[in-house]
């Protein structure tokens, strides 16, 4: 690559695609991610480098809403989430649980598959979007397609969970990209959405636990009406 | 602040209705109140609509555009002299019936009285704003309010299994029809998206689309209507809910689809096509006959009513077919006698055949008892009641004086000029129509027979009819309500074409008051007299001489010499109520002559039986033949549908993961 073409993206431009790219890298990491604990780490660091991508977008392009949105990222899915998931699985008594994945690689390989379509159909978005930030619209994207594989893949209900919450993740990231952040009402929904989402999930845990004897919700086929 | 209109008057009395409603579910504990007071009420409402309908006939129409609703998307109503006709049609026989109800309801009888209060005048406000609206939107939401206010009311005793089912098959149909009306009107409005209905006058009349949306609408209404083939729902609703309900429904509510069918099909359509006309005469003419067969065969008093319903809604629609048909060739003077007729027999329909209803009220809160079988003899004990079911009975089988004979004449009257149409075919086959409305007419009248005969005279075929009771007051009044106007459309013929004249002229462009005014008001000759007349007061008044003078010269000169003895006893030495002519056998013949209509299935004892048992079921072979087919194919698919539905959630997010997939690529693509 010649130096002049590496000018020309700013530092802060720089920073932030590294920040896409760990994404991205992490978003394989969970989905190839058997136990349980890690898992939850992983959500955290994805947490993290998300509050430090809006931060530099928010500090560059002096828009003020994406320092809240910044701070809100970093409460929520930096420590609150997280802190909440951790007492989960020491109640559910999961935490050293290791989930039996079928064929790893092959996940992997339809994850590749998945990062393939993801660039080529952000494209277009790309191109009309104005931000300095539009280069990590497909990234945003495949990380979104990535959780969504990894919700189907996993059949233990906290992973699952955390597959959604990484999806969430993953939209936040792809509007930051396209059009720096949704309006601020937006983001107060959405923020307020995923803790309520998770205290019922939460209380979800344990029913399904109850009844079933496992988080495996696989037991909940014979729910289906026959 | 405008000035407060005709449409007003009727709106505030719609809404007055509702607000009854309303009161009864608030003051639900209250029975005295509810039944005494606010019944008696919404019977004074349906007196005050009729009235204000009635002016409402001959005046301009009237336009109105409420606030209500969405947003951007207002209730457009209009009052013009077809509402008005229809207006009063349900105001003076909802008068009648609410009268009844008021006597009628009880507690502990299925739903709760206060509840039913609010669905009963729920059902006759939404029938009020049926006839009202002048746009797509409120017309749908007021059908709509219309079918589910009075499922409800069908299923007022829900504990029953076949009055779930009952009302079950009554939502199907109607939702289904329904959405047969929504069509119509999505095509008459067009590209456009302008859903009033004075966007739809526009509509223009080149192409096939006219077409599809009439016959959209015909679907539809048809489905309410209960016209052939899809009238299975109507045998089996009417029985089920009780008497004043079915009495609205089918008095009244069959009447919103006539309505409907006519709004559409000469006030949103202009340009008629003959073979529409056709096709409305003969699935008018099959309706008919069905349902004069077969309720010559039922042995269920209220099943034999709304089958009797489906011959007279086949009747109505035969009228409107004919009127379609002269429409279409441009004779508008014929046109408008077979737009009377029809209408004249919607009047008369909506009138006996609510009485009729209440009167098998009346016999099953006396009796507990809707089976022919179990019933007789009741002319000693309720002689209110025979005597009013008496005239309704006389009316639907069409005999002079009463009011069914008035339009049944009328009708066959526009069938005899039908040999002027410039339709080779018509021409040749109206009168084979006109041959089998006699037919209908006679079999109606069989039917009668058998309804008042088994019902009201001979024996008490059970014990426990002894302790039969007569109606109570205010069901008397309601009967003699519906009774009078029964007596009254019979006999002032003229007056109540005068009044159909500008609903003709709306539709058709033309009217008969001439007719009937030229002769004076005791004599109809809707033509010319030296063709046909008909004079109703001549007619009652030769009854009234004749009857007594044969019974008075009966009596003389055979009273003397009649002598009672111990009869011989032709072999029956024990003679017990058991030995009457039943529903069954009285039917037996018209079973037997006309046995292809019938799917019939026969249980006969042996001989050696010890505890005989016989039974014989009639059932409608359209189940058969139409519906189990259609079922079958349903529950095929769905099953093939349900192969989705694998209990896994991985599977099922498999499927939004591969729909966003798709759509993602398709957008880029």
Same mark, same amino acid.
């Given at each position: 690559m010649s130096p002049s073409l590496i000018h020309a993206i700013p530092l802060s431009g720089q920073v932030i695609n590294l920040c896409a790219a760990i994404m991205l890298l992490l978003g394989f990491a969970m989905l190839s991610q058997r136990r349980v604990l890690t898992?939850?780490?992983?959500?955290?660091?994805?947490?993290?480098? @998300?509050? $430090?991508?809006?931060?530099? %977008? +928010?500090?560059?392009?002096? *828009?003020?809403?994406?320092?809240?949105?910044?701070g809100l990222t970093l409460i929520l899915k930096v420590f609150a989430l997280p802190y909440i998931l951790h007492r989960l699985i020491r109640r559910l008594s999961v935490k050293w649980d290791i989930e039996t994945l079928l064929n790893i690689p092959t996940i992997m390989l339809i994850g590749i598959? @998945?990062? $393939?379509?993801?660039?080529? %159909? +952000?494209?277009?978005?790309? *191109?009309?979007?104005?931000?300095?930030?539009?280069?990590?619209?497909?990234?945003?994207?495949a990380c979104v397609l990535l959780a969504f594989l990894m919700m189907i893949t996993r059949s233990k209900a906290v992973p699952q969970v955390i597959a959604f919450l990484a999806m969430e993740n993953a939209l936040f990231f792809a509007a930051t990209s396209a059009t720096y952040g949704m309006p601020m009402v937006v983001e107060l929904g959405i923020a307020l959405d995923v803790m309520v989402g998770m205290v019922i999930l939460g209380v979800f845990f344990f029913q399904i636990r109850e009844q079933f004897d496992s988080l495996d919700i696989r037991h909940m086929e014979r729910m289906k009406d026959e | 602040m405008h000035e407060f209109l005709l449409i007003d008057w009727v709106l505030t009395t719609a809404l007055v209705w509702l607000l009854i409603g309303l009161i009864g579910v608030v003051f639900q504990h209250n029975f005295t109140l509810i039944s005494r007071v606010l019944f008696p009420l919404g019977a004074v409402c349906g007196l005050a609509l009729a009235g204000l309908a009635l002016s409402g006939i001959d005046g301009s129409p009237q336009v109105l555009v409420l606030p209500i609703g969405l947003p951007d998307l207002?209730?457009?109503?209009?009052?013009?002299?077809?509402?008005?006709?229809?207006?009063?049609?349900?105001?003076?026989?909802?008068?009648?019936?609410?009268?009844?109800?008021?006597g009628y309801i009880r507690?502990?009888?299925?739903?709760?009285?206060?509840?039913?209060?609010?669905?009963?005048?729920?059902?006759?406000?939404?029938?009020?704003?049926?006839?009202?609206?002048?746009?797509?939107?409120?017309?749908?939401?007021?059908?709509?309010?219309?079918?589910?206010?009075?499922?409800?009311?069908?299923?007022?005793?829900?504990?029953?299994?076949?009055?779930?089912?009952?009302?079950?098959?009554?939502?199907?149909?109607?939702h289904v029809g329904a959405v047969g009306i929504l069509l119509s009107f999505g095509v008459m409005a067009g590209s456009a998206g302008d859903y009033t209905f004075d966007a739809m006058r526009d509509f223009p009349t080149l192409g096939i689309w006219p077409t599809i949306a009439f016959l959209l609408a015909l679907f539809g209404f048809g489905a309410k209507a209960g016209l052939l083939p899809?009238?299975?729902?109507?045998?089996?609703?009417?029985?089920?809910?009780?008497?004043?309900?079915?009495?609205?429904?089918?008095?009244?509510?069959?009447?919103?689809?006539?309505?409907?069918?006519?709004?559409?099909?000469?006030?949103?359509?202009?340009?008629?096509?003959?073979?529409?006309?056709?096709?409305?005469?003969?699935?008018?003419?099959?309706?008919?006959?069905?349902?004069?067969?077969?309720?010559?065969?039922?042995?269920?008093?209220?099943?034999?009513?709304?089958?009797?319903?489906?011959?007279?809604?086949?009747?109505?629609?035969?009228?409107?077919?004919?009127?379609?048909?002269f429409q279409s060739f441009a004779m508008p003077q014929l046109a408008a006698l077979a737009l009377v007729a029809t209408l004249y027999h919607c009047l008369n329909h909506a009138f006996f055949k609510s009485l009729l209803f209440l009167c098998t009220g009346s016999v099953l809160h006396a009796t507990r008892e809707r089976n022919l079988g179990k019933l007789g003899g009741l002319i000693h004990r309720m002689p209110w009641v025979t005597w009013l079911a008496l005239v309704g009975v006389l009316a639907s089988a069409g005999l002079p004086p009463l009011n069914g004979f008035v339009s049944e004449w009328l009708l066959l009257q526009s069938f005899l000029f039908t040999s002027g149409l410039p339709q080779g075919y018509l021409n040749m086959l109206l009168p084979l129509v006109a041959g089998a409305i006699a037919l209908i007419a006679a079999l109606a009248g069989f039917a009668m027979v058998k309804f008042f005969g088994v019902v009201f005279l001979g024996q008490p075929r059970e014990e426990k009819l002894a302790q039969a009771h007569d109606a109570g007051r205010l069901e008397r009044i309601g009967l003699l309500w519906l009774a009078a106007g029964c007596?009254?459309?019979?006999?002032?013929?003229?007056?109540?074409?005068?009044?159909?004249?500008?609903?003709?002229?709306?539709?058709?462009?033309?009217?008969?008051?001439?007719?009937?005014?030229?002769?004076?008001?005791?004599?109809?000759?809707?033509?010319?007299?030296?063709?046909?007349?008909?004079?109703?007061?001549?007619?009652?008044?030769?009854?009234?001489?004749?009857?007594?003078?044969?019974?008075?010269?009966?009596?003389?000169?055979?009273?003397?010499?009649?002598?009672?003895?111990?009869?011989?006893?032709?072999?029956?030495?024990?003679?017990?109520?058991?030995?009457?002519?039943?529903?069954?056998?009285?039917?037996?013949?018209?079973?037997?002559?006309?046995?292809?209509?019938?799917?019939?299935?026969?249980?006969?004892?042996?001989?050696?039986?010890?505890?005989?048992?016989?039974?014989?079921?009639?059932?409608?072979?359209?189940?058969?033949?139409?519906?189990?087919?259609?079922?079958?194919?349903?529950?095929?698919?769905?099953?093939?549908?349900a192969f989705l539905q694998q209990g896994r959630i991985a599977i099922y997010l498999l499927y939004s993961f591969v729909t966003l997939i798709a759509l993602l690529v398709w957008t880029r693509g």
């Amino acid at each position: 690559m010649s130096p002049s073409l590496i000018h020309a993206i700013p530092l802060s431009g720089q920073v932030i695609n590294l920040c896409a790219a760990i994404m991205l890298l992490l978003g394989f990491a969970m989905l190839s991610q058997r136990r349980v604990l890690t898992l939850i780490n992983l959500f955290m660091l994805q947490g993290l480098v @998300l509050f $430090v991508s809006t931060l530099i %977008v +928010a500090l560059t392009t002096d *828009q003020s809403h994406l320092l809240w949105s910044a701070g809100l990222t970093l409460i929520l899915k930096v420590f609150a989430l997280p802190y909440i998931l951790h007492r989960l699985i020491r109640r559910l008594s999961v935490k050293w649980d290791i989930e039996t994945l079928l064929n790893i690689p092959t996940i992997m390989l339809i994850g590749i598959a @998945l990062v $393939v379509i993801a660039f080529n %159909v +952000a494209q277009p978005i790309s *191109q009309l979007s104005g931000t300095i930030t539009r280069a990590t619209i497909g990234i945003a994207l495949a990380c979104v397609l990535l959780a969504f594989l990894m919700m189907i893949t996993r059949s233990k209900a906290v992973p699952q969970v955390i597959a959604f919450l990484a999806m969430e993740n993953a939209l936040f990231f792809a509007a930051t990209s396209a059009t720096y952040g949704m309006p601020m009402v937006v983001e107060l929904g959405i923020a307020l959405d995923v803790m309520v989402g998770m205290v019922i999930l939460g209380v979800f845990f344990f029913q399904i636990r109850e009844q079933f004897d496992s988080l495996d919700i696989r037991h909940m086929e014979r729910m289906k009406d026959e | 602040m405008h000035e407060f209109l005709l449409i007003d008057w009727v709106l505030t009395t719609a809404l007055v209705w509702l607000l009854i409603g309303l009161i009864g579910v608030v003051f639900q504990h209250n029975f005295t109140l509810i039944s005494r007071v606010l019944f008696p009420l919404g019977a004074v409402c349906g007196l005050a609509l009729a009235g204000l309908a009635l002016s409402g006939i001959d005046g301009s129409p009237q336009v109105l555009v409420l606030p209500i609703g969405l947003p951007d998307l207002p209730f457009h109503l209009r009052l013009d002299a077809l509402s008005s006709f229809f207006l009063l049609l349900l105001g003076a026989t909802a008068a009648g019936i609410s009268i009844y109800a008021a006597g009628y309801i009880r507690k502990g009888e299925g739903t709760a009285p206060g509840l039913q209060c609010l669905l009963y005048h729920l059902f006759l406000t939404s029938m009020a704003f049926v006839l009202l609206a002048d746009d797509g939107y409120a017309f749908m939401v007021a059908w709509e309010t219309m079918a589910l206010s009075s499922f409800f009311l069908v299923t007022s005793e829900h504990r029953h299994d076949e009055i779930r089912r009952a009302g079950y098959l009554y939502l199907l149909v109607a939702h289904v029809g329904a959405v047969g009306i929504l069509l119509s009107f999505g095509v008459m409005a067009g590209s456009a998206g302008d859903y009033t209905f004075d966007a739809m006058r526009d509509f223009p009349t080149l192409g096939i689309w006219p077409t599809i949306a009439f016959l959209l609408a015909l679907f539809g209404f048809g489905a309410k209507a209960g016209l052939l083939p899809l009238h299975v729902w109507l045998p089996e609703a009417h029985p089920a809910a009780p008497s004043p309900v079915s009495a609205m429904m089918s008095g009244v509510m069959l009447k919103t689809a006539i309505y409907g069918l006519l709004r559409v099909s000469f006030d949103l359509l202009h340009a008629q096509l003959w073979w529409w006309g056709a096709l409305l005469l003969l699935l008018g003419l099959a309706s008919a006959i069905f349902g004069a067969i077969f309720s010559t065969v039922q042995t269920d008093m209220k099943r034999l009513l709304a089958y009797s319903s489906i011959e007279n809604i086949g009747l109505i629609f035969v009228g409107f077919g004919l009127t379609l048909i002269f429409q279409s060739f441009a004779m508008p003077q014929l046109a408008a006698l077979a737009l009377v007729a029809t209408l004249y027999h919607c009047l008369n329909h909506a009138f006996f055949k609510s009485l009729l209803f209440l009167c098998t009220g009346s016999v099953l809160h006396a009796t507990r008892e809707r089976n022919l079988g179990k019933l007789g003899g009741l002319i000693h004990r309720m002689p209110w009641v025979t005597w009013l079911a008496l005239v309704g009975v006389l009316a639907s089988a069409g005999l002079p004086p009463l009011n069914g004979f008035v339009s049944e004449w009328l009708l066959l009257q526009s069938f005899l000029f039908t040999s002027g149409l410039p339709q080779g075919y018509l021409n040749m086959l109206l009168p084979l129509v006109a041959g089998a409305i006699a037919l209908i007419a006679a079999l109606a009248g069989f039917a009668m027979v058998k309804f008042f005969g088994v019902v009201f005279l001979g024996q008490p075929r059970e014990e426990k009819l002894a302790q039969a009771h007569d109606a109570g007051r205010l069901e008397r009044i309601g009967l003699l309500w519906l009774a009078a106007g029964c007596l009254l459309l019979g006999l002032l013929p003229n007056v109540v074409i005068t009044l159909l004249d500008p609903v003709t002229r709306q539709l058709v462009g033309s009217g008969l008051s001439f007719a009937a005014s030229s002769h004076g008001w005791w004599l109809l000759a809707p033509i010319s007299e030296d063709r046909a007349s008909y004079s109703p007061a001549i007619f009652l008044g030769s009854i009234v001489v004749l009857m007594p003078l044969v019974y008075w010269v009966v009596n003389r000169r055979f009273r003397r010499r009649l002598k009672r003895v111990p009869p011989w006893d032709c072999g029956f030495p024990l003679q017990t109520s058991r030995m009457q002519d039943t529903a069954e056998g009285f039917g037996q013949p018209i079973r037997r002559i006309f046995s292809p209509f019938f799917k019939r299935t026969r249980e006969h004892p042996s001989p050696f039986d010890t505890q005989p048992r016989y039974r014989s079921l009639v059932e409608d072979p359209f189940w058969y033949w139409l519906y189990l087919p259609i079922a079958r194919i349903v529950g095929y698919g769905t099953r093939i549908i349900a192969f989705l539905q694998q209990g896994r959630i991985a599977i099922y997010l498999l499927y939004s993961f591969v729909t966003l997939i798709a759509l993602l690529v398709w957008t880029r693509g």
